[in-house]
């Protein structure tokens, strides 16, 4: 059952006041001129070391995410240019296709929702043609194996990423 709309409205005020309650404790007030120098150089230096970590955990997310994007773009062409290469495989195929989109679309706005996309999505660039029945099964095999490879290196890079 919903609290009644007064309770509610107290609720929310007691929420309001906690949360900014907790940031004027976070906030630093007033001079620090009663607290030693080195102690303030130490907590500078401190802060720096930080920024630098933040930085190069985002630039190693970044690079991973990127990296990952591209590849999952390069497969879906590769997969695309796979079509026709069987009528039992088909269906498979159009699977794997929308899966491989709907990862790289999970890179994508996974680095759009941290701000390190790229202002244009990349494209990947000319597909191989497969003319022949033997030459669509031969890169299906290709395709499929390597494909198998990047996402066994990408689970583990990501694995990596997730470790504390």
Same mark, same amino acid.
Request: hydrophobic letters at 45%; glycine letters at 6%.
């Given at each position: #059952?919903?609290?009644? !709309?007064?309770? &509610?409205?107290?609720?929310?005020?007691?929420?309001?006041?906690? $949360?900014?309650?907790?940031?004027?404790? *976070?906030? !630093?007030? /007033?001079?620090?001129?009663?607290? !030693?120098?080195?102690?303030? &150089?130490?907590?500078?230096?401190?802060? +720096?070391?930080?920024? %630098?970590? /933040?930085? $190069?955990?985002?630039? +190693?997310?970044? /690079?991973?995410?990127?990296?990952?994007?591209? /590849?999952?773009? &390069?497969?879906?062409?590769?997969?695309?240019?796979?079509?026709?290469?069987? !009528?039992?495989? %088909?269906?498979?195929?159009? #699977?794997?296709?929308?899966?491989?989109?709907? =990862? %790289?679309?999970?890179?994508?706005?996974? #680095?759009?929702?941290?701000?390190? $996309?790229?202002?244009?999505?990349?494209?990947?660039?000319?597909?191989?043609? =497969? $003319?022949? %029945?033997?030459?669509? +099964? *031969?890169?299906?095999?290709?395709?499929?194996?390597?494909?198998? +490879? =990047?996402?066994? &290196?990408?689970?583990?890079?990501?694995?990596?990423?997730?470790?504390?």
């Amino acid at each position: #059952m919903s609290p009644e !709309p007064p309770l &509610l409205s107290v609720l929310q005020l007691l929420l309001w006041h906690s $949360a900014l309650w907790m940031v004027q404790e *976070a906030t !630093p007030l /007033g001079s620090a001129s009663s607290l !030693p120098q080195s102690f303030l &150089l130490k907590c500078l230096e401190q802060v +720096r070391k930080i920024q %630098a970590d /933040g930085a $190069a955990l985002q630039d +190693r997310l970044t /690079g991973c995410l990127s990296q990952l994007h591209s /590849g999952l773009l &390069l497969y879906q062409g590769l997969l695309q240019a796979l079509a026709g290469i069987s !009528p039992e495989l %088909a269906p498979t195929l159009d #699977m794997l296709q929308l899966d491989v989109t709907d =990862f %790289a679309t999970n890179i994508w706005q996974q #680095m759009e929702d941290l701000g390190v $996309a790229p202002v244009v999505q990349p494209t990947h660039g000319p597909m191989p043609t =497969f $003319a022949s %029945a033997f030459q669509r +099964r *031969a890169g299906g095999v290709l395709v499929a194996s390597n494909l198998q +490879r =990047f996402l066994e &290196l990408a689970y583990r890079g990501l694995r990596y990423l997730a470790e504390p």
